[in-house]
């Protein structure tokens, strides 16, 4: 069985928990996906996945073509938790296909905003080696299909705030320590100053889950893919450098100790367990660990904070779940995962 990306930890893996890039893309003689009807849809969606077929690239023989009409809610929801999909990919899926490697590291939205939302994710700070894996999906793309594009304003496409790069770089952070301080709504707004934003989990608009949060680039015109990767990587790095400072004078406090085994007993020791409560307690002992006052796998927490998420976890079980049935069984598989 394949490792997916979340099972995994990498590099500054302490606070980064992964990196992604997404290269927003369409055809062209296309009109923008909101134009288009249901045919023309999927005949894009054929186009694309007829080019990948006929590559000779290795990583285009690892995609599986997903018709997103056909998936059940709960499938579809498992997607957005293993951050596969956006929330928007989700409404209103006739004519909206997916491509998606086995271990879930490279993604394909068709028919999102745009025609293609071409997304690579990689465990801890990769963002270079995400975006050498997505710059050859998009430069094989375009030589098979030719993507829009302008020779003053760049890459074309459907929302202004994508056109020129066309390029959103991310990094999912692990901040508890300055969300406990109080430090993040001050940090959000100093990054805004210089065209980065800092989210929730699951992107706009979103709570920061067990103190997760994605740090973004927001400018995409005027500035060149290898910069905006590098500024992102530079700020990401101060962030996680604040984050181990804060933890290091938080976990010397006896409270805070106390604080964090007190939430690996709940985690050994509970018949129910909400996602909420999970979350919280799970993001505690992962500090733990990090500060060496817990010894485990920080790995298994990583994988426990995705495959606990409501959907993903009624996906796994292959029945119906009600949420009550849903918090015996993440507490049992907590209790059986961290004996």
Known sequence: MTTKWFEKNGEQGDI??????????NLKNYPFPHLLNVQQKTEIA??????????????AKTFRFIDMAKLSATETGS???????????ANDRKGKYLLLTEDEGVSIMINE???????????GLALEKAYETADKIDTLLDN???FAFHDKLGYLTQCPTNIGTGLR??????LPALQS????????????KIGLTLRGTFGEGTQAQGGMYQLSNQVTLGLSEENAIENLKRVAMQVIDNERSMRSQFCKRTETQDYIMRCLGTLKYAVLMNNQESMKLLSAVRMGINEKLIEEDIAKINRLMVVLQPYTLTENAEKELTPSQRDVLRAKILRESLQ
Not at 169 to 174: D, G
């Open 169 to 174: 770089a991310s990094v999912m952070l692990h």
């Open 113 to 123: 905003e745009d025609h293609l939302r071409i997304q690579v994710l990689y465990e």
């Open 144 to 146: 098979a299909l030719g």
């Open 181 to 192: 301080g109080k430090v993040t709504e001050r940090l959000k707004d100093n990054l805004s």
């Open 46 to 59: 054929m186009k694309v996945k007829e080019a990948l077929e006929q590559s000779n690239s290795y990583i």
């Open 16 to 25: 980064a928990i992964s990196s992604r890039i997404r290269l927003a893309r």
């Open 79 to 89: 997607l957005m938790e293993r951050h596969i999909i956006s929330p928007e990919f």
